[in-house]
C-alpha cells in the first residue's frame, strides 16, 4: 500500500480526519498536554503481537505526522507493507516529541491493525491454493469509506482485485436478469449501451445456466454457490464447447479450509467476501523506549 498513490492518499485523508475528531474532539489529548511540553522528546517502537502481514505502514506514519504540529518526528521503518511478520517483530521507530506520539498512538494502530488484519487475511487464502494457478479476488463487501485501502491491504497480503465499483466492469447477477428477462436478454442489452468498452461478467446459479453463458460474448462467468462437482463439469463443458478464453470465478462463502478442496478443480479465480468484510485485527502494541 503507498500513499503516493493520489487515490490511496485521498480516500485516508478522508478517514483521517474522521479519525482524529473523534478521537481528539475540540479538546485534544488532555492528559498528554497535561503530562508533556512541547519540548519533551521521546524513542517508541511499534512491534507486532502476532505473526501476519505488514499493510498500512504508510497510513500509520501520515497519522504520527498528523499529531505532529511542529513536524518534529522522526521515522525509522524495520519493515515494508507486505513483509511476513513475527511475534515480537518491530515494524517502525518513531522519535521526537512525547505528545504527539502519544496523541497519535491509537488511531495509527487502529489502521496499521485493520489493513494488516486484511493482509494476513489474504494470505491464509491464498496459501490455501499453493500449487494451483487459480486466484484469490477480493470483493466489494468493504466499509464504507475503506474500498481503496482495503483492497491494497489485499494485494499486500498476496490477493487480486475484483472491480473497485459498479462504474468500471459490468457484472449481470441475478437479479439483473431476472428484471431483464433473461441471461441472454440482460447481456445483449449492456452490449448495446457499453459495446466493448467494459469486461463483462454474468453470475450463473446452475450447469443450465453456465451452458447458456458459454454461447454468449461475456468475459467471465461466476459460479455462484456452485459444489465442487458442478464447478468441474462447469469446466469441462467450457472445455467441451472450445470458450477457454471465458474465465471462471467461483464465489460463495469460502474458507481457506473449502478453498483447498477448490484448488484443483481448474478455476481461474475464486472470490472471498471475507477478506475484507470480516477482519479480525492485528495485534500490534506500541512502546516508549527513551
Keep these: 500500500m503507498d500513499l503516493a498513490n493520489g487515490e490511496l492518499y485521498e480516500e485516508f485523508s478522508l478517514l483521517l480526519k474522521h479519525a482524529l475528531q473523534e478521537d481528539l474532539g475540540d479538546l485534544g489529548d488532555i492528559t ?18 502476532q505473526d501476519g502481514v505488514l499493510s498500512g505502514l504508510d497510513c500509520a506514519i ?17 519493515a515494508v507493507d507486505g513483509d511476513l511478520l513475527e511475534d515480537g517483530q518491530k515494524v517502525l521507530e518513531i522519535s521526537g516529541p512525547a505528545g504527539s506520539l502519544l496523541r497519535a498512538e491509537r488511531s495509527a494502530l487502529n489502521f496499521l491493525g485493520f489493513f494488516s488484519g486484511i493482509a494476513g487475511n489474504a494470505k491464509r487464502h491464498c496459501d490455501a491454493l499453493e500449487g494451483s494457478s487459480t486466484r484469490i479476488l477480493d470483493t466489494r463487501k468493504t466499509l464504507p469509506g475503506y474500498r481503496r485501502l482495503s483492497k491494497a491491504a489485499v494485494a499486500d497480503g498476496g490477493g487480486f482485485n475484483h472491480r473497485m465499483g459498479l462504474y468500471d466492469m459490468v457484472m449481470i447477477k441475478d437479479n439483473h436478469a431476472d428484471a431483464a428477462g433473461g441471461l441472454a436478454a440482460a447481456v445483449q442489452k449492456v452490449h448495446e449501451k457499453w459495446g466493448e468498452q467494459f469486461k463483462v461478467e454474468v ?3 446452475n450447469l443450465e445456466q453456465v451452458a447458456l453463458a458459454l454461447t454468449l460474448d461475456v468475459d467471465v462467468i461466476m459460479l455462484d454457490n456452485m459444489s465442487r462437482e458442478d464447478c ?40 472471498v467476501g471475507g477478506l475484507t468484510h470480516s477482519v479480525k485485527n492485528h495485534n500490534f502494541s506500541m512502546r516508549i523506549v527513551h
Design 32 to 49: 498528554s498536554d497535561a503530562v508533556f511540553s512541547s519540548g519533551d522528546m521521546s524513542r517508541a517502537v511499534i512491534i507486532s503481537r
Design 62 to 78: 501520515e497519522t504520527f505526522r498528523s499529531c505532529d504540529p511542529d513536524k518534529a518526528l522522526s521515522f525509522a521503518p524495520a
Design 203 to 205: 453470475e450463473c446459479r
Design 232 to 271: 468441474r463439469e462447469a469446466v469441462r463443458l467450457r472445455e467441451e464447447k472450445g470458450r477457454t478464453a471465458q474465465a471462471f470465478e467461483a464465489s460463495g462463502d469460502f474458507t481457506p479450509e473449502k478453498i483447498r478442496e477448490y484448488a484443483d478443480v481448474g478455476l481461474d479465480f475464486i472470490s
